[in-house]
């Protein structure tokens, strides 16, 4: 079976400060991956989304990068936090064509 | 940028009634529209994915979609209290699952 894990649950951080989130699938190769975030009482946004290793198409720009170092790992970074950045962000995958979309349980991000 | 707007905000009703919520998009150029829930804490499971216009069952739960009035919404059959969450309708703009675009979300509470 397969199974999404995020890292790390929360965080509280400083504006101005670096931020990594991760986000590693088991059980499954060459998946689609997804970064989401949602700002508390917004709407969930698409950032991010990679079908292969070393690829990442950018939805929205929020100032945060992603990238995809190994076919099972998706990284979402920046190297100076804003307020703005607050939230939650949700790792997702796919299976290649197929509609279906298996979130991971987030990570709940507070900038101070 | 396509928006999806979203109603009710919230909902209330008595365990066995239907429910129906509703959503309605700024253009109709989705490749599917797709329904999800997110119970508290936890990742978005996805519920119903539509493509033609008519209906969709999965379940307890059926997805109607209109194109020509951009209009799409979800009945629950029989509801529980377990189905209490906030559902999110999407739209896939990219085609497996690339490119959704989300509703705000309807927060459905179910009364034993």
New interface residues.
């Given amino acids: 079976a397969q199974t999404i894990h995020q890292w790390p649950v929360a965080e509280i951080k400083a504006v101005g400060s670096p931020l990594s989130l991760g986000c590693t699938i088991k059980g499954k190769s060459s998946p689609n991956l997804y970064w989401y975030w949602q700002a508390t009482g917004g709407t969930l946004q698409q950032l991010f989304y990679s079908i292969t290793v070393g690829q990442v198409e950018s939805v929205v720009q929020l100032n945060l990068s992603a990238s995809r170092p190994k076919d099972d790992q998706f990284i979402l970074s920046t190297e100076k936090l804003l307020l703005s950045h607050s939230g939650f962000y949700l790792c997702a995958w796919s299976p290649w064509t197929n509609e279906r979309l298996f979130f991971g349980h987030g990570t709940k991000l507070s900038v101070l | 940028q396509q928006k999806?707007q979203q109603s009710p905000e919230s909902l209330t009703v008595s365990e066995g009634a239907m429910a129906s919520l509703n959503c309605t998009f700024s253009d109709g150029t989705s490749d599917?529209f797709?329904w999800?829930r997110q119970h508290s804490?936890?990742?978005?499971?996805?519920l119903v994915?539509i493509f033609s216009d008519g209906e969709k069952e999965e379940g307890r739960f059926t997805a109607h979609l209109n194109r020509a009035s951009l209009h799409v919404s979800l009945h629950i059959r029989e509801p529980q209290p377990s189905d209490s969450a906030v559902y999110?309708c999407a739209g896939?703009y990219?085609g497996?699952?690339?490119?959704?675009?989300?509703?705000?979300?309807t927060l459905l509470s179910v009364k034993p």
């Fill in positions: 999806v599917n797709r999800y804490g936890k990742g978005l499971e996805m994915s999110l896939d990219g497996s699952g690339n490119k959704l675009i989300f509703g705000t979300g």
